[in-house]
Each structure stands twice: as C-alpha cells, then as structure tokens.
C-alpha cells in the first residue's frame, strides 16, 4: 500500500475512511478527527456513526484524559 502525504482531506475520503472503521470495528461507534499537523492549529475534518451529544461526552473525556496524561497507546 503506498501512502500518500494530504495537505487537506475532502470528505469523500473522510467516508472512505468511516468505511474501513466500520468494517474493522463492526458494532462500535468512533468520531475520527484528521488535521494537518504540520502547520499551525485549525479546524480538522471530523466524521463518527455516533450521536452528536454522545461524541461530545466522548470527546470531552479523551480531552481531560490528555491534559491528564492518563491515556495509553494502542501498540
């Protein structure tokens, strides 16, 4: 598979990617942010299959467990 380095990501892509989410994680629900890392902070493109309200309660949590430096990594 040879990748490709995107400076912005439209949202046919976007769906793709929800695409191979859904297929590899059947049943759970995501919110998947992309962003340019390289320049400086603005908005991302974001896509999820949940509920904005729930994505929100999500998101609000991964925040704080950032700023808390108490998130792990998937190897």
Known sequence: ???K???NIGADDMR???DI????A???GFALIVCNV???IKIGNYISNIHEDFA???LE???????NKTTFQTP
């Open 1 to 3: 598979m040879t990748i």
């Open 5 to 7: 380095k995107a400076k």
């Open 16 to 18: 793709i990617l929800a």
């Open 21 to 24: 989410i859904k297929s590899h």
């Open 26 to 28: 059947p049943g759970l």
């Open 38 to 40: 390289e320049n400086e």
């Open 56 to 58: 929100i309660k999500i």
């Open 61 to 67: 949590k991964q925040l704080e467990a950032l700023k």
